[in-house]
């Protein structure tokens, strides 16, 4: 069960003492088969869950990197279908780890609510999370997928106040995703007060797991967030690799995925609250 | 509810900001309490009568209403057929109906104890107005167009560069307008605590779609009152260009419960919508969600969006404000398209016959009113938005006009 594979991954961090790793890899980037390989292999690198991006032509709430990341996938020709193929051998190589898809609305409106459910549920996907669908939009999505034991990831920022928390996590299920700025991905980063402040403030309301992402890059940044937060997300970091490793044909060097996993390996030394 | 207002199609949106299915707030968690928030003011605003006298002044005062009503008789005797009227909002300070929207959202910054402003705009229209708010203000003003449009649309640029604006080319995606609406939004996203979003057509999260429509709606009322005056009726016909559809929802709105005005809002077809160049939403495209409202979008079979294309940069956007959708789905609005080379032909006929050099945007409005204008009967009424002036347009224009050997 998807809300099972979550909560175990959370609990097992815990018992150990450190902060679960999320990475964001935006699907098909640059490639499929660059792109599968990096997928299939963050787990053994330390990623304790996994955010695959769907990709969307007018990301709006994505910095230069993951726009960029996006538009080469697209340009690749990633398909939703191709995103939920990959999706399935995740799930057939790792049993264990929790993926969730992350994204805008209109490819899955597109492909069809309830055929992208059913899909994403065969495919052995855990959750989603959808940029532009706050808790208003809930009758699009929301309320199917988690009729159908996918978990609805929500996004809480630093404009979530008392009046409006409520309303965030009040159909939350899994766990919920702290956007530490008021920015867009890959941009600035957080103080490590402004993060303990907001997690005390975000588990007055809800006790789902509370992950912190946005501007993360170093392993001394997971560590500084992953004291006070039960997880840690880092994306654009991960996806900068394979643009600083296209060549000018725009194919990706072959030992772009060995990099990306030295990078989470080092991610993951961060992650520890001993 | 009296059955009257029941049935009005002029109730729209419901609480939640949906006109039928389109419309919405389709927006990242961090806009979303800044969205209820300007919702609120602006609900507040509506019944306060300090708000409306400040409208009033400088809607008369600065902007230069009511906006003419003039009876274009040379291009009437040339078509020969019903009697065309033109609501001369190209006269608006600016040179277009841009200004009516601006004001209206930059006297609710105002009030919101905003002071700097976010504006995007494809070909300029709507960045200069903003700009020109601002300088009116004393408001801090960031413009994002895409660069190919920066280019191409060099004097109005300047003339947001003098009004002291702040111009962001946007190189993200393909650089066109839809671009500089991403750019702007992620912007705001950053700058949510203090920035508010004047967005520039009825498109976008609710409340933006049915603001920028009230705003604009001075457009429809003066014109039915003006041709009431002149005529003692009602028109048969109304027709606007259609972009995002600001100009033409300010016109439609106060026509919508008259069932003997037939409504024609025209997209551009670029080179035609057969061949895939073209703006056309609603003829060429279908629903979707992008920018914060579920609407008629042009994207590929996997709901990535594609650019649209237009001669005029203007109608150069490839979704459509969700009332047209809705007005579209329930058959009150017919929406009909003009190709390049046609609104071409009528940007000069229009400049020669009345002496009104038309922006490209309407002149897509008379293309398609050529169409029909001629087969209904003399005594019959045609009213169109001449909602702005070509001099914009004339270093696009005249080289090709020069070209054909138009000039």
């Known amino acids: 069960m998807a809300l099972d594979r979550i909560e175990t991954c959370f609990a097992t961090c815990k018992a150990e003492q450190r902060a679960a790793l999320g990475i964001f890899i935006s699907a098909g980037d640059p490639d499929q088969a660059t792109s599968t390989e990096l997928l299939l292999g963050l787990p053994e690198a330390g990623a304790d869950f996994v955010e695959l991006g769907m990709p969307f032509s007018d990301p709006m709430a994505d910095g230069p990197v993951i726009q960029a990341a996006s538009l080469r996938a697209i340009k690749a020709g990633i398909t939703l279908d191709k995103v939920l193929d990959m999706a399935s051998q995740f799930r057939a190589k790792h049993p264990h780890v929790p993926l969730i898809l992350m994204g805008y609305f209109n490819p899955i409106y597109i492909y069809g609510v309830d055929r992208f459910l059913d899909a994403a549920t065969d495919a052995g996907v855990d959750g989603l999370i959808m940029v532009d669908l706050p808790p208003e939009e809930d009758t699009e999505l929301c309320v199917s997928a988690t009729n159908k034991g996918m978990a609805f990831i929500r996004l809480i920022t630093p404009t979530t106040d008392d009046k409006r928390m409520p309303v965030v996590v009040k159909n939350a299920s899994g766990f919920v995703y702290y956007v530490s700025i008021t920015g867009i991905t890959g941009s600035g980063r957080a103080s490590a007060d402004s993060i303990a402040n907001a997690m005390t403030h975000i588990r007055g309301f809800t006790g789902l797991p509370a992950v912190v992402g946005f501007g993360i890059k170093h392993p001394d940044h997971v560590r500084e967030a992953g004291q006070h937060a039960d997880g840690v997300v880092v994306g654009s970091a991960v996806v900068s690799i394979i643009a600083d490793n296209l060549g000018d044909d725009g194919i990706a060097a072959p030992d772009t995925a060995e990099k990306a996993f030295a990078l989470v390996r080092d991610l993951r030394t961060g992650t520890s609250r001993l | ?407």
């Open chain 2, 1 to 407: 509810m009296n059955e009257q207002l029941a049935n009005s199609l002029r109730n729209q949106p419901d609480e939640h900001g949906k006109f039928g299915i389109h419309g919405g707030r389709f927006v990242a968690e961090t806009l979303m309490p800044l969205i209820l928030q300007v919702e609120a003011a602006w609900k507040e605003s509506k019944t306060d009568p300090e708000f409306a006298a400040e409208m009033e002044y400088y809607r008369k005062h600065y902007i230069g209403r009511p906006s003419p009503l003039f009876f274009a008789k040379r291009l009437t005797e040339y078509f020969g057929g019903a009697k065309l009227y033109m609501k001369r909002d190209e006269l608006n300070h600016t040179g277009a109906h841009k200004i009516n929207n601006v004001l209206g959202q930059a006297l609710l910054a105002k009030r919101m104890g905003k002071t700097k402003i976010i504006a995007e705009t494809g070909a300029g229209q709507h960045g200069v107005a903003s700009a020109t708010a601002c300088a009116l203000f004393g408001m801090e003003c960031e413009v994002f167009m895409g660069a190919e449009d920066v280019e191409r649309q060099k004097p109005n640029v300047d003339r947001m560069r003098l009004l002291g604006a702040k111009v962001h080319p946007v190189t993200s995606g393909t650089g066109t307008l839809k671009d500089a609406m991403n750019e702007a939004l992620r912007y705001w996203v950053t700058n949510a605590e203090t920035h508010f979003y004047i967005i520039g057509t009825a498109a976008g999260p609710h409340p933006y779609p049915a603001m920028v429509r009230d705003f604009q709606s001075v457009i429809g009322i003066e014109a039915k009152a003006q041709l009431h005056e002149a005529e003692g009726r009602l028109p048969d016909a109304i027709v606007a260009c259609i972009g995002g559809g600001s100009n033409a929802l300010g016109l439609f709105h106060p026509f919508l419960d008259d069932k003997d005005v037939a409504i024609y809002g025209v997209e551009a077809a670029g080179h035609g919508i057969e061949t895939g160049e073209h703006a056309a939403s609603l003829n060429g495209g279908r629903p979707g969600i992008l920018h914060g409202n579920r609407t008629y979008l042009l994207q590929d079979d996997e709901g990535q969006i594609k650019d649209a294309y237009s001669i005029s940069a203007g109608l150069d956007y490839p979704g459509i404000g969700p009332e047209h959708s809705w007005l579209h789905e329930i058959g009150r609005v017919n929406y009909v398209s003009a190709m390049d080379q046609e609104a071409l032909e009528y940007f000069a006929l229009c400049s020669r016959l009345e002496g009104i050099i038309p922006a490209l945007e309407p002149a897509h409005a008379i293309a398609f009113i050529a169409t029909m204008i001629g087969d209904m009967d003399k005594d019959q009424i045609v009213v169109m938005n001449m909602c702005g002036r070509g001099d914009k347009d004339l270093g696009a224009v005249l080289p090709i006009l020069e070209k054909q050997g138009k000039l």
